[in-house]
């Protein structure tokens, strides 16, 4: 069955720092990857896809996300935290065209503090 | 140029009840899917609308029913409603040809259902 993971329910760093929040995924055939951002009372704002390619790809707001085949991971990460990139993240996959269902990890709630 | 719309954008109702949600999708794109999230919980696929009919479905009961209408817009039907009902609902669109690079479901801001 195709599934995503997202391990961590939270993510705490201090403003500057690097950050990163994980996700792994489970499914067969080529993955498109996505990542998208929730903030509160609001839908989901689209941040950076892997479709092919180069397996570093940088989407929105400076994230950026490394495709990892044999891990089969897809981390997001960002070089320097910013407090207004405190909010909920969304690892999700798609199999058979990005167009299609997408299967979404249950969330990390990324934590920057001042 | 108008991104994903949803009405309303709050809801209560009580159990037993149906509920109309509505979607207007961004310019341009032509199918329509529905996610309910509930609270604490990622979205899951509900289903997808391409050509007035659709064409994948998630792993949800007959209860909840769809619409497309020729203007590419459309609604979520949920019949004789569950507490368990309760949630997110958003819809997001895109464009049904696999082949643009830049292709991907753009999300509405979504209607928060209530069910007493």
């Known amino acids: 069955a195709q599934s995503v993971a997202q391990p961590e329910d939270q993510v705490n760093v201090a403003e500057g720092n690097p950050l990163t929040v994980k996700c792994t995924y489970s499914?067969?055939?080529?993955?498109?990857l996505f990542w998208y951002v929730q903030y509160p009372n609001r839908g989901l704002q689209f941040l950076l896809k892997?479709?092919?390619?180069?397996?570093l790809v940088k989407g929105s707001y400076g994230f950026e996300a490394e495709f990892n085949k044999s891990q089969t991971s897809f981390h997001l990460k960002k070089p320097s935290a910013l407090v207004s990139d405190s909010a909920l993240y969304f690892c999700?996959?798609?199999?058979?065209?990005?167009?299609?269902?997408?299967?979404f990890g249950t969330g990390t709630l990324l934590a920057v503090q001042p | 140029d108008a991104g994903v719309t949803q009405s309303p954008t709050h809801l209560i109702k009580t159990r037993g009840q149906q509920v109309t949600l509505r979607c207007s999708p961004k310019?341009?794109?032509?199918?329509v899917s529905w996610y309910q999230q509930a609270l604490g919980q990622g979205p899951q696929f509900i289903f997808q609308?391409?050509?007035?009919?659709?064409?994948q479905r998630g792993n949800f009961p007959d209860r909840f029913s769809g619409h497309q209408f020729p203007n590419y817009s459309s609604e979520l039907n949920v019949n004789a409603l569950l507490l368990g009902d309760s949630a997110l609902y958003l819809c997001?669109?895109?464009?049904?040809?696999?082949?643009?690079?830049?292709?991907?479901?753009?999300f509405g801001p979504g209607t928060r259902l209530t069910v007493l």
């Open positions: 310019s341009g794109h032509d199918t």
């Open positions: 999700a996959v798609s199999y058979g065209g990005a167009t299609n269902k997408l299967i």
């Open positions: 997001a669109s895109s464009l049904a040809v696999e082949l643009a690079v830049d292709n991907e479901q753009f």
């Open positions: 892997y479709i092919t390619g180069d397996n």
């Open positions: 499914v067969s055939g080529n993955p498109y």
């Open positions: 609308y391409y050509e007035e009919e659709e064409r």
